[in-house]
């Protein structure tokens, strides 16, 4: 079953062309990769779904119903989560406290309802040792699973992980990558943007490739990363 889809979203600042003509389906419980040049538009993909973006055209479907010109906060009421690539949580709040935010502005709940919640969602993120520490005082790793975190906090059944492996080390995003897999087999469809390709690819059933706004590929990853399409883009080899 079809959780999301995109049908021929486009989106342009001035003159230049973020999202071309982008379709895709994303299936309930699925892992998908994006991956694609700088600038080729992923992180403003995520701001289109997200809704902190508008589409100029196209539509977006989730659940079977338009999303399309729904603000931001209804679509993670609904349960369309994200993590941002400069993760920016409130730096004097405590590690509990960003995530109490987060779950009781992503699921409109009280602080005494979403607290247990919280608890939980810090122990399976690695967070819980670090529960009463300052947001602000947290290292790279720390902070991209706060980040997590907070997503999470907001009970998505879509999350949109926007280049969280970036930055962190082979063993903290071994670690990271554990964290996502488990997230998915509680059966979170996960669309995930990163340049850490052997990361993304240990997790993801299919990749999409973006290049100037386009999806130029789509696919299982062995046959994406052997593709014409990832050899010119990549590696500028005209095949
Ligand atoms: N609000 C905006 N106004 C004008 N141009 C923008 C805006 N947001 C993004 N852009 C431009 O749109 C293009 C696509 O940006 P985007 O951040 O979506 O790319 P990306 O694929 O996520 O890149 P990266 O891999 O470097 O994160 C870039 O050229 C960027 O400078």
């Known amino acids: ?17 973020v ?19 700088n600038g080729a538009g992923k992180s403003s993909l995520f701001n289109l779904i997200s809704g902190n973006l508008r589409v100029d055209e196209g539509r977006i479907i989730y659940r079977n119903e338009d999303v399309t010109r729904q603000p931001p906060m209804a679509r993670c ?3 369309i989560g994200r993590t941002f ?22 699921s409109r709940k009280t602080e005494r309802e979403v607290s247990e919640r919280c608890a939980d969602i810090l122990v399976n993120t690695g967070l819980i040792a670090r529960a009463n520490q300052a947001a602000g005082s947290l290292g790279l790793l720390q902070r991209k699973r706060l980040e997590l975190a907070r997503a ?22 071994g670690e990271l990558v554990e964290t996502i ?11 995930w943007v990163e340049h850490v390709l052997h990361a993304l690819n240990s997790v993801v059933s299919r990749l999409l490739v973006l290049n100037f706004g386009k999806v130029v590929g789509l696919g299982r990853p062995s046959e994406i990363m052997e593709s014409k399409a990832v050899r010119q883009i ?3 080899i005209d095949v």
């Open 77 to 79: 009421l609904a349960g």
């Open 234 to 236: 990549y590696l500028g």
């Open 85 to 106: 690539q400069i993760p920016q949580p409130f730096q004097q709040l405590t590690v509990f406290e960003n995530l109490l935010v987060a779950a009781a502005y992503g």
């Open 181 to 191: 897999r488990t997230i998915h087999g509680a059966g979170v469809a996960i669309i």
């Open 19 to 37: 999202a071309d003509d982008v379709s895709f389906a994303l299936e309930s419980g699925e892992a998908l990769g994006i991956i694609g040049p």
């Open 152 to 173: 999470l906090a907001t009970e998505p059944k879509v999350l949109l992980l926007d280049e969280i492996a970036g930055g962190l080390t082979e063993g903290e995003c």
């Open 1 to 17: 079953m079809v959780i999301l889809a995109l049908e021929n979203v486009s989106k342009s600042f001035g003159a230049l062309k």
